[in-house]
């Protein structure tokens, strides 16, 4: 079983930046492709962002391309978010997940969850 324990988030303006992290408790996410999800009150689940810990690989949701960027950070252990140009859009809960399929952005294809920090960016 994988924890996964997020964070960063909190509330900005509109334009500005953030940063997310995602560590999982007591091992590394070597084997996993790592993703974040966001949800929003009343919407369904999205996908962000994911990326493979062994090769890298990433890839991006079209509503965060540009602007979002996934990556390994070895020192710390942990798969991080850095969110810039936030948009009020960008406002819900975002969660880290992991999947042991190299290729899948599906949220029903990944099979631990973090619980998920706040982002609200107001206008």
């Known amino acids: 079983q994988v924890q996964l324990v997020e964070s960063g988030g909190g509330l900005v303006q509109a334009g500005g930046s953030l940063r997310l992290s995602c560590a999982a408790s007591?091992?590394?996410?070597?084997?996993?492709?790592v993703g974040w999800f966001r949800q929003a009150p009343g919407k369904e689940r999205q996908f962000v962002a994911a990326?493979?810990?062994?090769?890298?690989?990433?890839a991006y949701g079209d509503s965060v391309k540009g602007r979002f960027t996934i990556s390994r950070e070895y020192a710390k252990n942990t798969v991080d978010l850095q969110m810039n140009s936030l948009e009020p859009e960008d406002t819900a809960l975002y969660y880290c997940a992991t999947s042991t399929r190299y290729s899948s952005n599906s949220g029903y294809e990944y099979d631990y969850w973090g619980q998920g920090p706040q982002v609200t960016v107001s206008s």
């Open positions: 990326i493979n810990w062994i090769g890298g690989s990433t």
């Open positions: 007591g091992r590394t996410f070597s084997g996993y492709r």
